[in-house]
């Protein structure tokens, strides 16, 4: 007996799993269905994996292509100057001028220490043949010839000192700095004196003060004492010297106004006032 078409696949908007199923499944049986929308659905499944090992591929021959260039992006500006993109450079530069500039120092410490060296720089002919040698003064040719000869005495010596003294010389060469003749003969052990720090200013930009003098016992006495022996010594020139002069100018002064009130009389004063000083 027929079953009849089935229509209650199409009782909803969307409820029919597949759109192009002919009108001929409603013969199937419910198991033959399920099997055959198992298989579809196996196959929308390697469908999708298929899609997405073809993007796995895609992307790794990206990854092997040279980057894509922006035709509407600018290009970088080209350096104006060689100084720019070589900080790591000017870095490995410092370091090397660095150790080359120890390297200096190092030679003249050992030149300071040299004690042999430092006596024959106090010789007046060593001192005369680095003078000639740096064209500070140069010496005629006869008397640089006496001098630096085979058959001069110093020769011997002079060479020793050269040769110490070329050591110093080539390191400044490599450092790109005349030598230091002046501190090779002042036994300095540095080729230049580290910079001055100067002190920190305060908040109106000026030096700071220095700091308090610790107090001192003994520095308060002696003060103390030269404080007593000034009013002291001025005591005594009041007394002794001073006092007397007013005194005397004082009975004057009254003696003349004496004489004005009463000219005949002939009072003199004297032993009366001093023998009462207060009345004055």
Request: net charge negative.
């Amino acid at each position: 007996m027929s079953r009849g078409f089935n229509y209650s696949k199409f009782d909803t908007i969307g409820a029919s799993d597949d759109d192009d199923s002919d009108e001929e499944d409603w013969r199937l049986t419910d198991a033959e269905r399920k099997a055959k929308k198992e298989k579809r659905r196996d196959a929308l499944i390697e469908e999708e994996l298929a899609s997405h090992k073809a993007i796995e591929e895609k992307l790794k021959r990206a990854e092997k292509l040279p980057p894509r260039i922006d035709p509407t992006a600018t290009a970088a500006p080209a350096p104006t100057a060689w100084s720019e993109g070589r900080a790591g450079g000017a870095a490995a530069d410092a370091g090397k001028l660095r150790e080359r500039f120890a390297a200096i120092d190092g030679v003249l410490g050992q030149l300071a220490d040299d004690a042999e060296f430092q006596a024959d720089l106090q010789r007046p002919t060593v001192r005369k043949a680095i003078e000639h040698w740096t064209n500070r003064a140069r010496l005629p040719p006869t008397e640089a010839q006496e001098l630096f000869g085979e058959d001069s005495p110093e020769a011997p010596r002079l060479r020793h000192v050269l040769a110490k003294i070329s050591r110093i010389s080539t390191a400044c060469k490599a450092a790109g700095v005349p030598v230091p003749i002046d501190r090779v003969l002042t036994g300095r052990r540095t080729a230049f004196d580290p910079p001055k720090k100067e002190p920190p200013l305060d908040e109106y930009g000026l030096p700071p003060l220095p700091p308090p003098t610790p107090f001192s016992w003994r520095s308060f006495l002696r003060q103390l004492a030269v404080q007593l022996s000034c009013l002291v010594c001025s005591l005594i020139v009041v007394k002794v010297w001073l006092e007397p002069r007013l005194l005397k100018q004082q009975l004057e002064r009254l003696a003349a106004a004496q004489a004005k009130l009463d000219p005949a009389s002939e009072v003199v004063y004297g032993e009366e006032w001093a023998a009462e000083p207060d009345l004055l």
